[in-house]
């Protein structure tokens, strides 16, 4: 029988498929596509998914060595300056094995613990881990639509 851990990082890893199935067929100038009037480029959501997995990986699991400027949260807007597409799959490739290692050091207690965070307020580890689950399959579905009928500005 599995751990809960297992089946979280099961569960997680089947989930954020919706978003690194995509990553392979992009190319560079899909970085730039947006859906009028959003304001948010296909970069900016891949820098975006990285930057809260790091986040993530540092406060709700508390990786205190993680290194994170989570720069996409700081500007709170697209700033343009996601178009390399090779650093951005580095970048997500790093914050995907980052916070899958601290997950998977978690003991079946620990998913019961709580944690406080000012973006969502007390919930347990379980509860925080089903947030940056949705929150990648949510900017993963704004992607694949931007993709199929963005435009590039």
């Known amino acids: 029988?599995?751990?809960?851990?297992?089946?979280?990082?099961d569960l997680w890893q089947e989930a954020r498929t919706r978003f690194s199935n995509q990553l392979p067929i992009l190319k560079e100038e899909d970085l730039?596509?947006?859906l009028p009037p959003a304001a948010?480029?296909?970069g900016f959501l891949i820098r975006h998914i990285g930057d809260v997995e790091l986040l993530f990986a540092k406060n709700v699991f508390g990786g205190k060595e993680i290194k994170v400027i989570a720069k996409t949260v700081i500007a709170q807007k697209d700033t343009g300056e996601w178009t390399d597409l090779a650093e951005?799959?580095?970048?997500?490739?790093?914050?995907?094995?980052?916070?899958?290692?601290?997950?998977?050091q978690q003991t079946d207690a620990d998913w019961e613990t709580t944690i406080t965070t000012k973006e969502f307020g007390t919930k347990t580890k379980a509860e925080?881990?089903?947030r940056i689950i949705s929150h990648t399959n949510h900017h993963a579905g704004q992607m694949a639509i931007?993709?199929?009928?963005?435009?590039?500005?």
Do not use: D, P, R
Not at 146 to 153: F, Q, S, T
């Open 1 to 9: 029988m599995k751990t809960k851990t297992c089946l979280l990082l």
């Open 32 to 34: 730039k596509k947006k």
């Open 40 to 42: 948010n480029s296909v």
């Open 88 to 104: 951005l799959k580095e970048y997500v490739n790093h914050s995907f094995q980052t916070l899958k290692s601290i997950v998977e």
């Open 128 to 130: 925080a881990f089903g």
């Open 146 to 153: 931007i993709l199929k009928y963005g435009i590039l500005n």
